[in-house]
């Protein structure tokens, strides 16, 4: 069977008091109730697929105008595009259904009737999004999947083993969200697919309200954390962060276009010049400044830009504003 089976234990906490304690948590429900959409009649199924059957831009290829890029063919190149958008889409399913699980989870084990509310809504957007890139591949990249990279099978370990709930979201909605937010964006705007702008469109009309969750539940805890407490989210926030933003590269679709491991290592070489240049593609360079910032802002607002995280960002290649 494809599956994995993660043990973990955490507390149920019953909740007995069902009125309203936390008004914009209450409101955030509410948002989340007036706007769900469905997959199957919501998304324009029927759309036609662009005449070269490119998904994304091809600047969002890692290779893209390189020595290695100039000697493809126009049929190379199409399958490679196709084969990047289908490895960045089986990243994001993962995070999907993970995400569902966690927010499962935070259903237990979060105090506060506002709260159990919302996540359960969290439950279903995110099973929404599984489905609808699910429904994605099948329809337009032949059911294409590539395995879950390393680090992001970390990163869902320790958030589904980890029984607090404050370590669960500081590590998906304030995290992974953050770059999941960018992501879509990203892929939304350099889409070549109107299907797929639709999709990452529709998505991101939820994420934001995830986010939400971890700004409205996080900076309580953070100001009533003992030293060691705070010591310890702060540095899972960074190990959370270092995990999503290294170690992600499409390996398998390189060997599956048939590159040999010295070419894989062309590209990487490559890659790792154009980024360290700054020379990068205008998609990509756009997409690393939305995320460090939103990261960095959404650190500083829940009092985790802290002196003992800003140094690990900073060696991240974040860029941080002046401590206040
Ligand atoms: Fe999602
Ligand atoms: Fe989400």
Redesign the pocket.
Known sequence: MDRRVISSSLDTVFEFDYSVQAEDMRGLYEKAKRDQWNASHDIPWDTPEPDDGRTLADELVDIHGSPIWAKLSERERVELNRRITAWRLSVLVYG?QG?MLACSQLVDTVTGTDQKFFQATQVM??AR?NEVLERYLAKRLDGLHYPMPENERLLFDSILTDPRWYIKTIALQLVAETF?VSMFKMMGECARDPLLREVCRR?LQ??SR?MGFGMLALPDVVTQASESERHEMEDFTCVAIEKVLTGFFPVDAYRDMGFSPAQIREVQAYRRNVAASNDDAVFRKYFRRDMHAAMVNNLARIGLLTERVRPRLAALGIELPAAA
């Open positions: 999907e995400a957007d995110e999004h999941a998505i939820d994420e995830h």
